[in-house]
Nanobody, 120 residues
């Protein structure tokens, strides 16, 4: 069974930086896409960034130029480098992975979430 474990959240002042990590465990044959989502109180979960197996990426307009997503395929780990953080970035951040396990079964998994708080 594939599981995701997130780390790196915390409290930072506006303008500061954080780096989130999400490590996937289990029998993963191929991770087609790995992404980061966030959800603030009273708001819907939104896509922050996604990276595909071929290396292409997509970012929400609100984080373009400030956040960078990357992945280490050998370790099945995805990272989110967050720079120039703003108070509106405060949310619970969730990683997501979809792909196929070693038995050729498709899966889609979510991490447990990590809190990011930005003070002004």
């Amino acid at each position: 069974q594939v599981q995701l474990v997130e780390s790196g959240g915390g409290l930072v002042q506006a303008g500061g930086s954080l780096r989130l990590s999400c490590a996937a465990s289990g029998s993963i044959y191929r991770a087609n896409a790995m992404g980061w989502y966030r959800q603030a109180p009273g708001k819907q979960r939104e896509l922050v960034a996604v990276i595909y197996s071929g290396g292409s990426t997509n970012y929400a307009d609100s984080v373009k130029g400030r956040f960078t997503i990357s992945r280490d395929n050998a370790k099945n780990t995805v990272y989110l480098q967050m720079n120039s953080l703003k108070p509106e970035d405060k949310a619970v951040y969730y990683c997501n992975l979809e792909g196929f396990d070693s038995s050729a079964n498709y899966f889609r998994r979510w991490g447990q979430g990590t809190q990011v708080t930005v003070s002004s």
